[in-house]
C-alpha cells in the first residue's frame, strides 16, 4: 500500500526562485551598466567586476570557515549585493576601498545575521553607508563624465558638484538661480551627469523597472509610491520654499531611481503586503526629501531605506493579510 506524505501548508507550487528573481534583477541593471561604462569608461567596469568578485570571495570564507554552512554562491545573491554596492560608488574610488565595502555589506549587513533571507537591512546599503561614513572625501569626489563620444579613463581627474550638491546649496542660500547651474532634464535622464556611476541614467534605470515589473519580480507598489512622495513633498516645497528644485529635479538625479527600483524593492527586508509596501514606499520618499532639504548630506536614499527597513518589521505585525475563512470583526 502506497503512502501519502503530508507537508505543511502552504501547498503552491511556482516556477519562482531566489536564483531567477536574482537574476531578473541583474538583467535589469543591465541598460543602466552600459550608460555607466560609456560614460565614465573602464573605471566603471574595473570597479564592479572588484565589487562583484570581492562579495562572492568573502560569502563563500564566512559560510565555509566561520559558520560552517554549505555555500550558497549560486543563488546569484552575492553577484547582485556587488553589482549594487559598485552602482552607490564613484567610479574613480580606490579599489581598496571597494573591498572594504564589500566585507562590510556581506559580513556585518549579511551573513553576521545568518545569510540570505535573515538580514534585516539591505547588505548593499549598509556596505555603502559605511564607506561614505568611513571615507567621506572618496566617496563624494565625483568623476564628471566627458559623454559619450570617447570614454573616460579609469584615473579621472575631472571632477565637479554633482546636481544634488548645487541643490543643497541653493536652498542654503535661499538663492533659486544657483539652479541654473544645474544640467538639462535630458542630461540628467539619459546620464550626462557626475554622480555614483550606477544613477546617472533616469531613464536606464526606468528601462530595468519595466521590464522587472513585466516579469513580476517585483511589483508597482514600492517603487511609485516612493516617486509620488517624493513629487508631492518636494513640489510643495517648490512653491514655498526659496531656492527648492522641482520635483522633476528631485527625481531624475542622485540615487532615487536606483534605490525605488532596484533596492527599496529587496524582498527580505521590504514588507508583505501591498499596503505595507505602500507605507513603507511613502516613508522612504518623505525622509528622502526630509534629507536632501535639511539633511547634512545632500542625497537621503540610503539612510531613508535603512530607515524604513528598520520599519518592515512593525509594518509586517501590523499589516497583515485577512487569514482564509477568516470573518470581518
Known amino acids: 500500500m502506497d503512502k501519502f506524505i503530508v507537508s505543511p501548508a502552504p501547498h503552491v507550487h511556482s516556477d519562482d526562485s531566489v536564483q531567477r528573481n536574482m537574476l531578473n534583477v541583474i538583467i535589469a541593471l543591465v541598460p543602466a551598466f552600459i550608460v555607466s561604462v560609456v560614460a565614465f569608461g573602464w573605471g566603471a567596469l574595473i570597479l564592479t567586476c572588484v565589487s562583484v568578485a570581492s562579495c562572492v570571495l568573502f560569502e563563500w570564507l564566512i559560510a565555509k570557515f566561520i559558520l560552517k554552512q554549505k555555500p550558497t554562491l549560486t543563488d ?23 573591498v572594504i565595502g564589500a566585507l562590510v555589506a556581506i559580513g ?10 535573515q538580514n534585516p537591512f539591505n547588505p548593499a546599503l549598509v556596505g555603502r553607508v559605511f564607506l561614505l561614513i568611513s571615507f567621506p572625501v572618496q ?3 565625483w568623476p564628471r563624465p566627458l559623454g559619450f563620444h570617447s570614454a573616460m579613463p579609469f584615473v579621472d581627474a575631472q571632477t565637479g558638484a ?28 539619459v546620464g550626462y551627469l557626475g554622480g555614483s556611476f550606477g544613477e546617472i541614467s533616469a531613464i536606464a534605470l526606468l528601462l530595468g523597472g ?29 512653491l514655498f520654499l526659496p531656492g527648492a528644485a ?45 534629507i536632501r532639504t535639511w539633511g547634512a548630506y545632500p542625497e537621503g536614499m540610503s539612510f531613508a531605506i535603512l530607515i524604513m527597513n528598520a520599519v518592515t518589521p512593525l509594518l509586517n505585525m501590523y499589516i497583515r493579510p485577512k487569514r482564509f475563512g477568516e470573518k470581518k470583526k
Not at 546569484?76 to 571597494?98: E, H, R
Not at 541643490?167 to 547651474?181: E, F, H, R, Y
Not at 532596484?262 to 509596501?277: C, E, I, K, L, R
Open 246 to 290: 522641482s520635483p522633476l529635479h528631485h527625481l531624475l538625479t542622485g540615487g532615487l531611481m536606483l534605490g525605488a527600483i532596484f533596492m527599496a524593492t529587496d524582498y527580505v527586508t521590504s514588507p508583505m503586503t501591498p499596503w505595507g509596501q505602500i507605507i513603507y514606499g511613502l516613508g522612504i520618499g518623505l525622509i528622502v526629501v526630509i
Open 139 to 141: 566617496m563624494t569626489t
Open 210 to 238: 519595466i521590464y522587472l515589473i513585466c516579469t513580476k519580480t517585483i511589483t508597482w507598489h514600492i517603487p511609485i509610491s516612493i516617486m509620488a512622495m517624493v513629487v508631492l513633498f518636494s513640489g510643495i516645497l517648490y
Open 76 to 98: 546569484l545573491s552575492a553577484v547582485l549585493t556587488g553589482i549594487l554596492l559598485a552602482f552607490n560608488l564613484p567610479s574613480n574610488l580606490p579599489l581598496w576601498i571597494v
Open 162 to 189: 554633482t546636481p544634488l550638491a548645487i541643490m543643497k546649496t541653493a536652498i542654503k542660500d535661499g538663492d533659486a538661480s544657483l539652479l541654473d547651474q544645474l544640467p538639462s532634464f535630458w542630461d540628467m535622464a
Open 108 to 117: 556585518v549587513g549579511k551573513m553576521s545575521f545568518g545569510g540570505l533571507g
